[in-house]
């Protein structure tokens, strides 16, 4: 079966701009989550979702991040009026295991490698 | 910084050679995983230790956790070249399910 993809795999936008990073998750999982990735360093939680609600959304770094998932699956990682510390890879991942329960294997696309010029 | 530390930064053995990796977490926790990647891309999970397990193998890795320590440790047995990665730790505390990872550890493996 697919795994988790993202769209685009590669954005480069000028500072100030906005941009839309998109994300598949695997078919059936409810749970969703955000990491952004900068160079050298590992990845760094922003957000997830169980279902359409944002059930964590303590690791956007500000105002400028937003992310939805209006049918519960598919969601869309927002950032307006970009910055060049903005550049970083995106990563999305999804898991079938509900909050709750001990133990959720998450499994991430490829990523989003954004650059801000 | 919220990240865990992971030590060494870089690691650079020849093939056949065992390599180990090691971890620091500074919360409780609930489990402990293992991520591999390649290339800045693509993680793939690796292996998961419950706070209440010790050691834990999967073919040739091997983990184990040290709550007391608040500490982890990855060892790869008879290291290959296609092992050459980048490998994260990450917990996972009780209250939550986003992972917290650690900055990595660059394994190279020479042929």
């Known amino acids: 079966g697919a795994g988790v993809s993202q769209t685009p795999s590669n954005k480069v936008t000028e500072k100030g701009k906005y941009v839309e990073l998109r994300c598949d998750p695997i078919s059936g999982h409810t749970a969703l989550y955000w990491y952004r990735q900068s160079l050298g360093q590992g990845p760094e939680f922003l957000i997830y979702?169980?279902?359409?609600?944002?059930?964590?959304d303590s690791g956007l770094p500000n105002d400028r991040f937003f992310a939805v998932r209006p049918e519960g699956s598919v969601s869309t990682l927002k950032i307006q009026r970009t910055e060049r510390g903005d550049s970083a890879v995106y990563l999305c991942?999804?898991?079938?295991?509900?909050?709750?329960?001990?133990?959720?294997?998450?499994?991430f696309g490829p990523g989003t490698r954004l650059t801000v010029l | 910084s919220q990240q865990g530390e992971e030590d060494p930064q870089a690691l650079s053995i020849q093939e056949g050679e065992n390599a180990t990796m090691n971890c620091s977490y500074k919360t409780s926790i609930n489990n402990l995983q293992w991520y591999r990647q390649n290339s800045g891309r693509g993680l793939v999970h690796l292996i998961l230790i419950r706070s209440n397990e010790r050691e834990k193998h999967s073919g040739r890795l091997r983990v184990t956790l040290d709550t007391s320590k608040k500490s982890s440790s990855l060892l790869i047995t008879a290291s290959r070249a296609a092992d050459t990665a980048s490998y994260f730790c990450a917990i996972q505390s009780y209250n939550t399910d986003k992972l917290i990872f650690g900055t990595g550890t660059r394994l190279q493996v020479f042929p």
């Open positions: 979702f169980q279902g359409t609600g944002a059930a964590d």
């Open positions: 991942a999804s898991s079938l295991v509900p909050r709750g329960l001990s133990y959720n294997e998450q499994f």
